[in-house]
């Protein structure tokens, strides 16, 4: 049972726009949730976290959302570049756990 | 670069093998985590290590175990290899026991592919 959902295998984006991503979770005991990127032949690389006390976290050009009562939450991406194509995982950790607990991953595609 | 090496980048091997992973993780941080990622999946927590003691497992195999060394660097080592577990093996740090908040960097993976 995936506890982490990214229901969009894949997402085009012209390059200016804004590139948002989805991503829904089933547990209620996760206190933080993350955003990796990644980019083939490499690991994940740390984009932008928020707690879960909170609703928004901005850094840059990269802002997430979080809906707790709809167990949603949001990367938006503005304004989108060729450089961000890459494959981009939601990710949430539990508390009092070590782990993440990762979802499938959504391609994003940002052409010029 | 995330600071984090792991080695080798590529591993092919035939079925009922044993291979050795290795991971070093960023300087200052005392927590390994081994993730796998198959074809089109997410990345699966494997098992955790801090500071030499196991912390916490996930769905990791029985043919597959894990130790980390005094120096701090981590072996995953994968046993009677079948097909399916060709997959990438992250490997991941943090500084803290993990439990409390602290991001995750991870390394650059090794490809295994099992023949």
């Known amino acids: 049972d995936q506890q982490v959902k990214q229901n969009s295998p894949s997402l085009s984006v012209q390059e200016g726009r804004i590139s948002i991503l989805n991503c829904d979770y089933t547990?209620?005991?996760?206190?933080?949730f993350l955003w990796y990127k990644k980019y083939p032949a490499e690991g994940p690389t740390f984009l932008i976290s928020?707690?879960?006390?909170?609703d928004k976290n901005e850094d840059g050009r990269f802002t997430v959302f979080l809906n707790k009562s709809a167990k949603h939450l949001s990367l938006h991406i503005v304004p989108s570049q060729p450089g961000d194509s890459a494959v981009y995982f939601c990710?949430?950790?539990?508390?009092?756990?070590?782990?993440?607990?990762f979802g499938k991953g959504t391609k994003l595609s940002v052409k010029p | 670069d995330s600071g984090v090496t792991q080695t080798p980048k590529h591993l092919i091997t035939a079925t009922g093998q044993r291979v050795t992973l290795r991971c070093s993780p960023r300087?200052?941080?005392?927590?390994v985590y081994w993730y796998q990622q198959s074809l089109d999946q997410g990345l699966q927590f494997l098992i955790q290590?801090?500071?030499?003691?196991?912390?916490a497992k996930g769905n990791i195999l029985e043919r597959f175990s894990a130790q980390q060394f005094p120096d701090l660097h981590s072996e995953l080592n994968l046993s009677s290899l079948e097909l399916g577990d060709s997959a990438l093996y992250f490997c991941?740090?943090?500084?803290?026991?993990?439990?409390?908040?602290?991001?995750?960097?991870f390394g650059p993976g090794t490809r295994l592919l099992v023949l």
């Open positions: 990710a949430a950790h539990p508390m009092n756990q070590g782990n993440l607990i």
């Open positions: 300087s200052g941080d005392l927590s």
């Open positions: 928020i707690s879960s006390i909170k």
């Open positions: 991941a740090s943090s500084v803290v026991k993990g439990g409390s908040w602290e991001t995750q960097y």
């Open positions: 290590y801090y500071n030499g003691e196991e912390r």
């Open positions: 547990n209620s005991m996760f206190d933080y």
